[in-house]
């Protein structure tokens, strides 16, 4: 029996089911924090972690951006955009997040935020992306 050469694997062909799957986990997480927020009563003032002021919870379409700046996040931004301080914990978190951040974050018309939603979301794309070429490489061996 002859046997057939398999097609080149190439990374284009492997990029629409990955951009699904990513574009549905975003919808999902957002929607999810948009009623989560909503849902959810605030804490009296406005809360403060890490020394970043997060927004208080406001009705509206900035509820689905506003929303990922909970738990974590706060810690990235204040050291995105202050760096780490020996007093305060911050040494608990990895470096490279804030730095992509704050490189990011010099583009004109983006604060912090906005440069960590980008860096996050890149990097969660790239990773499906990757993710799916390598298990189609290992499904052809």
């Known amino acids: 029996m002859a046997e057939t050469a ?21 919808i999902g997480f957002s929607l999810l ?3 989560a927020t909503g ?22 379409w900035r509820l689905l951006l506003t929303a990922s700046e ?19 914990g911050s040494a608990a978190f990895f470096p490279l997040y804030p730095l992509s951040i704050r490189v990011v974050a010099w583009l004109p018309g983006i604060g912090p935020l906005g ?10 794309a790239g990773a499906l992306v990757m993710l799916h070429g390598l298990t189609r490489l290992e499904g052809m061996t």
């Open 115 to 124: 440069a960590a939603l980008l860096v996050s979301n890149a990097c969660f």
């Open 33 to 35: 924090g948009f009623v």
């Open 39 to 60: 849902v959810i009563a605030s804490r009296e003032g406005v809360p403060v972690v890490g020394g970043w002021p997060i927004e208080a919870v406001s009705a509206g």
């Open 70 to 88: 909970r738990q974590d996040a706060a810690w990235f931004l204040a050291i995105a955009t202050r760096g780490y301080d020996a007093a305060d």
């Open 6 to 26: 398999a097609a080149p694997v190439r990374l284009r062909d492997g990029v629409r089911d990955p951009l699904l799957v990513f574009l549905g986990v975003r």
